[in-house]
């Protein structure tokens, strides 16, 4: 069973930055969507950024040229490094992984099979 452990959640004022990492493990699949959301109080959950097995990167609109999702296959590593946070940022972020690879779109949590249990980045002054 392949198990997420999120960390490096925190507080920041707006304009910070953060890194958040996701230890995925030993991951027995070839091809693969990795991915990022998130779910603030209230609101539904929603996909900040996703990478797939050969690489292809896709981001939320309300993210893109501030976030930037990678992966670090040496430490089974996911990495999300945000800049430029703003209060509407604030919510709980999860790493979640699809067992094939092809279009990876962030709007596809349904199709995630595996999730971590979340990491909390609040954004306020």
């Known amino acids: 069973e392949v198990q997420l452990v999120e960390s490096g959640g925190d507080s920041v004022q707006p304009g910070g930055s953060l890194k958040l990492s996701c230890d995925y493990g030993?991951?027995?699949?070839?091809?693969?969507?990795m991915g990022w959301f998130r779910q603030a109080p209230g609101k539904a959950r929603e996909g900040v950024a996703t990478i797939n097995n050969a690489g292809t990167k896709q981001y939320a609109d309300s993210v893109k040229g501030r976030f930037m999702i990678s992966r670090d296959a040496a430490k089974n590593t996911l990495l999300l490094e945000m800049s430029k946070l703003k209060p509407e940022d604030t919510a709980m972020y999860y790493c979640?992984?699809?067992?094939?690879?092809?279009?990876?779109?962030?709007?596809?949590?349904?199709?995630?099979?595996?999730w971590g249990q979340g990491t909390q980045v609040t954004v306020s002054s």
């Open positions: 979640a992984i699809r067992s094939w690879g092809g279009d990876c779109d962030t709007a596809s949590s349904s199709q995630f099979r595996y």
């Open positions: 030993d991951y027995p699949y070839v091809g693969f969507c």
